[in-house]
């Protein structure tokens, strides 16, 4: 490893990096009537990535210690009371080069000529207004291009074993890697809205976006934490729907004062403005896309080491049936047919796709009440009543999609053991998936 300003190196160690971060946007407006504007938009950003930041988590940086008993139902050898062993501080030699220990595992540098990613953005909609609604509808995209991440040069072939790491011959078995721009990311969606301002009391938003969001690249740092196969020239096998991609959002949201009490169209006087007014109805409605998964299996047969994050299943059906409706698969079924895939038991990698299949989506419906009182001539208290998954629905996971999970006999599953089954709910990010309900009073001086 070659220390940057020790022993006559260069303080860069030699690392070029271009300083002209060229990050242009432009934008357009044309309004073709009084009701009608068309909009749209460019900009160029550089990825904001800091090149270091992964050294400093890696030798010589960080010197990591690991320490074994002689087998798993012993600890090792040394203890508290002794102290930790003298984990060696790594010295350069004359040249500002420090040699790498055997079986170090957290290696990693710089490409000497450095290229930072950068992200492009644009859109193009048309708004127009319309008997107290506003719509709009256009695409949006953005496109990621060198995108960066860590690669891994420390990688086995097939069947070949640790033997076949090119850093063998050093002793050197875990991962080497390399800060560079090996990634991309693509993404185009049409996206519409249907707003009405608040007129009469009532104000409503629908929106709808369906779109599609690619990755691919060189598997150790895919956007949103894809992984894959670490071969070069099998990186094309990563090309894949990310794994947050969703495509179908529907969102419908609506605010109601009832026109009742003070100043309203209906009963504004007496007990009945008192009792009747100052009532405010909540509602949002959502349905989204299920999200992607792909089917894994065992790598022990590849015999690769750090040659693929996850190994992928044999697909042995050209179809894959989809299994029963979320609630019924909660019961144990399969949410896809587990025959269509199979094991590995070669050294090979699977013939299976990356986020080729889709869980359950997810549909929701959240409520509120909200009324409010005049307690004094300043003072003013609201009071909330809120239900979250007002109907009650589940969200489930994606389905457990390990085949070697499964149990089998003569190549037949006998057991699933969780594979292909769902098992797990998604609360959507809440602290809950099953309806509650929550109270609140607010007050306003």
Not at 46 to 60: H, L
Not at 171 to 192: C, H, K, R, V
Not at 240 to 245: A, E, K, L, W, Y
Request: net charge positive.
């Amino acid at each position: 490893m070659e220390l940057c300003g020790v022993g006559g190196n260069p303080g860069d160690c030699g690392i070029t990096v271009s300083h002209k971060l060229f990050a242009p946007s432009l934008g357009l407006a044309y309004r073709v009537d009084d009701n009608t504007v068309v909009r749209a938009g460019y900009a160029l950003s550089p990825t904001q990535v800091e090149m270091g930041n992964s050294g400093t988590q890696a030798f010589p940086a960080t010197v990591e210690g690991v320490y074994n008993g002689a087998n798993s139902y012993l600890p090792a050898s040394t203890t508290l009371a002794t102290g930790f062993p003298t984990i060696p501080t790594p010295v350069p030699d004359s040249h500002g080069n420090v040699a790498i220990p055997f079986g170090a595992g957290n290696v990693n540098t710089l490409p000497k000529n450095f290229r930072r990613g950068y992200i492009q953005s644009y859109n193009l909609n048309v708004q127009r207004s319309f008997a107290g609604f506003v719509a709009q509808a256009g695409y949006v995209g953005t496109h990621v291009v060198n995108q960066n991440g860590t690669v891994n040069w420390n990688y086995a072939t097939l069947g070949g074993g640790t033997k076949s790491l090119p850093l063998y011959q050093y002793g050197i078995t875990g991962a080497i890697t390399a800060f560079e721009p090996a990634n991309w990311d693509i993404y185009n969606s049409l996206q519409a809205t249907l707003a009405r301002r608040l007129t009469n009391g009532l104000s409503m938003q629908i929106a709808y976006t369906y779109s599609k969001d690619m990755q691919g690249g060189a598997t150790a740092a895919l956007p949103s934490g894809g992984a894959g196969i670490e071969i070069p020239s099998l990186y094309y096998r990563n090309t894949s729907v990310t794994p947050v991609d969703r495509t179908n959002n529907f969102i419908v949201s609506s605010m109601y004062q009832l026109p009742f009490g003070r100043n309203k169209q209906f009963v504004n006087n007496g007990i009945g403005a008192a009792v009747l007014g100052g009532w405010t109805l909540n509602g949002v409605f959502y349905h989204l896309s299920g999200l992607p998964f792909y089917v894994s299996a065992s790598n022990s047969s590849c015999n690769c080491p750090n040659a693929i994050s996850t190994q992928l299943a044999n697909r042995v059906k050209t179809t894959v049936a989809k299994g029963r409706v979320p609630h019924e698969a909660a019961d144990g079924s399969s949410w896809f047919d587990p025959t269509a895939f199979a094991p590995v038991t070669t050294a090979s990698f699977g013939t299976g796709s990356f986020n080729s299949l889709r869980g359950p989506g997810a549909t929701d419906f959240d409520a509120s009440v909200f009324r409010d009182f005049q307690v004094w001539e300043r003072l003013s208290m609201q009071f909330r009543a809120e239900s979250l998954n007002v109907t009650n629905t589940p969200h489930f996971n994606n389905p457990g999609a390990n085949a070697s999970s499964a149990s089998y006999v003569n190549g037949n599953i006998t057991a699933l053991n969780g594979y292909s089954q769902i098992t797990t709910l998604n609360p959507l990010g809440r602290l809950l998936d099953a309806r509650y309900f929550r109270f609140g009073v607010r007050f306003t001086f």
